[in-house]
């Protein structure tokens, strides 16, 4: 049986976890803060019309970008609560409730390919660590031959970029690219940040 993820963990401990979420990033959109960085990043890989299949899509703020700017978008995450959100505040995507570590989007009739996958905001460090492989996998097989995935998460989260980068290539994915910012500052050892483009060959 699948192990339930870290996230799905917070919010049976609390129940207003999500809601409390959903209304830190109502803040600060109304305080003017750029919340789109990892959208623009995703956006510049990528040519008008691309599928792009947001993983651990939360309110669809980085999917919900990249459907505005003509992207056909598929976000799936396992919190309800900000799926629900997600749909209403970005019509235009398509958004599922699932596990990724039991994705698989043609059993749920989504039989396309897509160009890159899009894993924003830290959702690998709430992943449960027994599923971190098979969702890397999962996300690998949803992806075109030669398509691409873009995965930034923080360090001191409890998933050490080592592991990550092991992880990745029993997956299958071979690294394009790493970076330690959205705004492609690059990747050191001492970076207290993530952001991995990888590619599957
Ligand atoms: C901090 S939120 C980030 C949401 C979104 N990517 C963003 O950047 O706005 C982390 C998300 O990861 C999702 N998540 C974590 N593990 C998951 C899993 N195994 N399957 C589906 N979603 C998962 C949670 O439900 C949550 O919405």
Not at 117 to 127: D, I, S
Request: a negative charge; aromatic letters at 8%; hydrophobic letters at 45%.
């Amino acid at each position: 049986m699948t192990e339930p993820s870290i996230w799905t963990r917070m919010t049976a401990e609390n129940p207003e976890h999500s809601a409390a979420y959903i209304q830190r990033f109502r803040d600060l959109a109304a305080a003017g803060q750029d919340l789109f960085g990892e959208a623009r990043l995703v956006d510049a890989m990528l040519p008008r019309g691309s599928r792009v299949l947001d993983a651990g899509s939360g309110t669809g703020r980085v999917g919900g970008f990249l459907a505005g700017v003509g992207h056909a978008v598929v976000g799936v995450d396992g919190d309800p609560v900000l799926v629900a959100e997600a749909e209403r505040q970005h019509p235009g995507a398509t958004w599922l409730i699932g596990d990724l570590a039991e994705l698989d989007l043609p059993a749920r009739g989504v039989p396309e390919p897509f160009d890159v996958v899009v894993c924003a905001g830290n959702v690998m460090t709430f992943l449960a660590e027994s599923t971190r492989v098979e969702v890397l996998r999962r996300m690998r097989a949803h992806v075109a031959p030669g398509g691409r995935a873009a995965i930034g998460f923080g360090a001191g989260r409890g998933y050490p970029f080592e592991d990550f980068f092991a992880d990745a290539a029993v997956a299958g994915w071979a690294t394009d690219l790493l970076l330690s910012t959205w705004d492609l500052r690059p990747f050191t050892p001492d970076a207290d940040f993530l952001v991995a483009i990888l590619r599957s060959g």
